[in-house]
């Protein structure tokens, strides 16, 4: 005891030293006290939110009214995006149990040998969207395990180069899948060797041959087992012999000698194996014949499957994400033209899309504010009332809240620029009809579609996003493509305008909006009076609303001279001029014009209604640069400006200035901006130590500054080598001491 007190003692002199010097290692050994300051603590997410400007508790509210909102449209994209693959995986899982069955069959006919003899192949289309098919696939490999074989294998073309590795992930992937087996030795028996993550056992070889055991193997243990144990099993109730499915996610991108050599030493076992290929094609089934010769694709029996295209999976997306009173967040007409624009003109990825969507979100609520009040109905009211002074004030500096305020009179004015309390309240107001408008505008939208989207040429647009958009950007019924659309709407033949009203009738039936109870009760009446008219004879129709029926070939009858004859022309068109419309013309025109009273009443621009901002996101610039980046430009404003991404006020310069502080790269390029087609290392060197030398206060007219020490001259060839890795100059065999510029203007 007395000994560790003694050295307790020495350790506390020795600390005492140290702190009073501890610049060399060789005058003792150091003792020091931890720090009792905290740790720093890891920055969360929401954390992200917090600006200088905005008050913390603020921020992390954003934050979760965000994270609550996409959770929810998470979950509703996850649902329709199953129903969406609902049938083509049923069909999918039927081929499979079809072939399985087969397989198990006993019949002995010629038909049936011969069909024993190929490996069944489905053919699955998934088309062009290449970003969407992992999750596709993903979804049949959980059906396929859980519901008909334990033993399914996905396999990409960039791991599968040469035939050995294909066969060795096949092995991989198939013996480290779960047998059926109750005690931990039959487990360990029905197993090969401990389960790899990269390859095989090394006292197994790769080959069809150890596959074919192995699967003897495990069936004969699964059989064996009784079946009390099989009750009591986890595992799910297969049939004896399960296949074994493998996948082949990108068919075109398999090598076709591979591909072929497989599917040939497949064909020898498929009497002892009962294998299934699943080609996932993005292009055309006509591929297969491309990458497989007859004598090959004579071994397959292949079944032709269809996903659901592209469009249409984006069509139902928006449907029911953008297109509904359901979310409160909104993208204005400019973001959603980016989204679809990216989705039709790059990668045709619906996934992508959602990404789209969810960043828009995120930019929403983190750059706005007033996205508080961004949630459902009751929640934004509740909150409308807990709003801070500052909230306040932005609510009065929004561009809607103005033009509301310049409209009101001047005592309200007054009362909307002082009282915070009277904003909350008129707020609250706001917000309602907000709502309000919202209910009313899907509806109506939804019933201009019905009617126009049948019509020749489509001249509102054939997909209801495109007309929405059309709405979104001013007012519809003042373009021109509006007004050609209700000219063919007058001329349509009963039956087809019966059906289209019949649409719009479901459409607010379904809606159920109570604002538009009355619109739904006159189109109901207009639809039996068109259904009345059938009662009405033909006779009736045309002259009781027509008056006399003038006959063009009436007063032509009789032989007459040129006079008489323009005459009895002149006198034709009058009468077809001053000629009364039919009972269904009048009843088509009124109809019409009810349903352009409902347009103009319901589907005005968001941006004429108050506190629009606080809903709809707007800043398509933004979106546009984060999701359609353009490399070639970010790396010029990079090496022009570096600022820009920096952040540093040491950078900041005017332009066509090289700033001594900035990075070598940057002054490398800048210099090279005022060179020709080739450029003189020695020369670009010489004013690259020129800057440098002024960065580090030297005086430039000193022998020693003129002169390129060893460090700079690293610093410049490292630039140059980086230039030349960005493709903005090359080496030339011109001259050894020059190299070529390649980029010239705005390139």
């Not at 996932?280 to 996903?307: D, K, N, W, Y």
């Not at 001013?474 to 050609?484: D, K, P, Q, S, T």
Request: net charge neutral; with cysteine; proline share 4%.
């Amino acid at each position: 005891y007395s000994f560790n007190q003694n050295v307790a003692s020495v350790f506390v002199e020795v600390a005492k030293v140290a702190q009073m010097s501890t610049s060399s290692v060789s005058k003792g050994c150091f003792v020091f006290k931890p720090s009792s300051k905290k740790r720093k603590r890891p920055l969360t997410a929401g954390d992200y939110f917090h600006n200088s400007q905005d008050d913390t508790e603020t921020s992390k509210l954003r934050f979760q009214l965000c994270q609550s909102l996409w959770e929810e449209m998470k979950l509703k994209t996850e649902l329709l995006q199953d129903n969406l693959n609902k049938k083509i995986l049923d069909s999918l899982l039927e081929f499979v149990r079809n072939s399985t069955a087969s397989f198990q069959s006993s019949t002995d006919d010629w038909a049936s040998r011969m069909r024993s003899d190929e490996i069944p192949t489905a053919a699955l289309v998934l088309g062009v969207n290449v970003p969407d098919h992992d999750m596709t696939f993903q979804s049949l490999s959980d059906l396929l395990q859980q519901s008909v074989t334990p033993f399914v294998v996905s396999l990409q073309s960039k791991e599968c180069s040469a035939l050995m590795h294909l066969v060795q992930k096949v092995l991989v992937q198939l013996m480290g899948c779960g047998v059926s087996v109750d005690d931990e030795e039959d487990e360990e028996e029905s197993q090969p060797g401990p389960r790899g993550a990269d390859q095989p056992p090394k006292r197994w070889r790769c080959s069809l041959a150890t596959l074919c055991d192995w699967y003897q193997t495990v069936q004969k243990k699964a059989a064996s087992s009784s079946p009390s144990k099989k009750r009591s099993s986890s595992s799910a109730d297969f049939r004896p012999n399960p296949p074994i499915v493998v996948i082949f996610k990108d068919l075109e991108s398999f090598n076709p000698k591979v591909l072929q050599d497989f599917i040939i030493i497949c064909s020898q076992y498929i009497r002892k194996l009962p294998l299934i290929f699943i080609f996932g094609i993005a292009t055309s089934p006509i591929t297969i014949r491309r990458m497989l010769p007859h004598s090959v694709s004579a071994l397959l029996c292949i079944e032709l499957f269809q996903s659901l295209s592209c469009t249409e999976h984006l069509a139902t997306v928006i449907d029911k994400l953008v297109l509904t009173k359901k979310f409160p967040f909104k993208l204005s007409g400019k973001v959603l033209q980016v989204l679809v624009g990216i989705f039709l003109y790059h990668d045709f990825s619906v996934r992508n899309f959602i990404k789209g969507l969810q960043l828009s979100l995120l930019e929403h609520f983190h750059s706005q504010p007033l996205s508080v009040l961004c949630c459902h109905k009751q929640e934004a009211l509740t909150r409308a009332q807990q709003l801070r002074h500052e909230d306040c004030e932005a609510i009065r500096q929004l561009p809607s809240f103005m033009r509301y305020v310049e409209s009101q009179e001047p005592q309200e004015q007054v009362k909307l620029l002082t009282s915070d309390q009277h904003v909350k309240d008129v707020c609250q107001m706001l917000l309602k009809e907000l709502h309000h408008y919202h209910k009313q505008y899907y509806p109506v939208l939804r019933c201009l579609h019905a009617l126009t989207s049948s019509l020749p040429k489509h001249p509102l647009g054939k997909q209801i996003r495109e007309l929405h958009v059309t709405c979104l950007e001013r007012n519809v019924w003042e373009c021109e493509e509006y007004g050609a659309a209700f000219q063919l709407l007058r001329m349509l033949a009963k039956d087809d305008l019966v059906a289209a009203l019949q649409k719009c009738i479901d459409i607010l039936t379904s809606a159920k909006p109570k604002e538009l109870q009355d619109a739904l009760q006159h189109l109901q009446d207009f639809s039996r009076r068109f259904e009345q008219l059938d009662n009405g004879s033909a006779a009736d129709e045309g002259t009781a609303e027509g008056g006399e029926d003038v006959s063009p070939s009436k007063g032509l009858q009789k032989k007459t001279d040129l006079f008489h004859l323009q005459k009895t022309l002149l006198e034709m068109r009058e009468t077809r001029r001053t000629k009364k419309l039919s009972r269904f013309e009048v009843l088509r025109n009124k109809a019409l014009d009810f349903m352009e009273s409902l347009v103009k009443k319901h589907l005005v621009p968001p941006e004429s209604q108050t506190l629009f901002e606080v809903c709809y996101f707007s800043a398509s610039g933004t979106l546009r640069r984060h999701l359609n980046a353009t490399p070639r430009t970010s790396i010029q404003t990079a090496l022009n400006n570096p600022y820009c991404y920096l952040q540093n006020e040491a950078l900041k310069s005017d332009r066509g200035v090289i700033s001594n502080a900035a990075p070598d790269i940057c002054i490398v390029y800048k210099l090279h901006l005022e060179c020709g087609r080739l450029i003189n290392l020695y020369d670009w060197l010489e004013a690259f130590a020129t800057v440098v030398t002024a960065a580090e206060g030297e005086e430039l007219d000193s022998a020693e500054a003129a002169k390129v020490d060893e460090v700079k001259h690293a610093r410049f060839i490292r630039a140059v080598s980086e230039l030349e890795f960005l493709g903005f100059v090359k080496p030339t065999k011109q001259k050894t001491d020059h190299v070529a510029r390649l980029t010239w203007g705005g390139c």
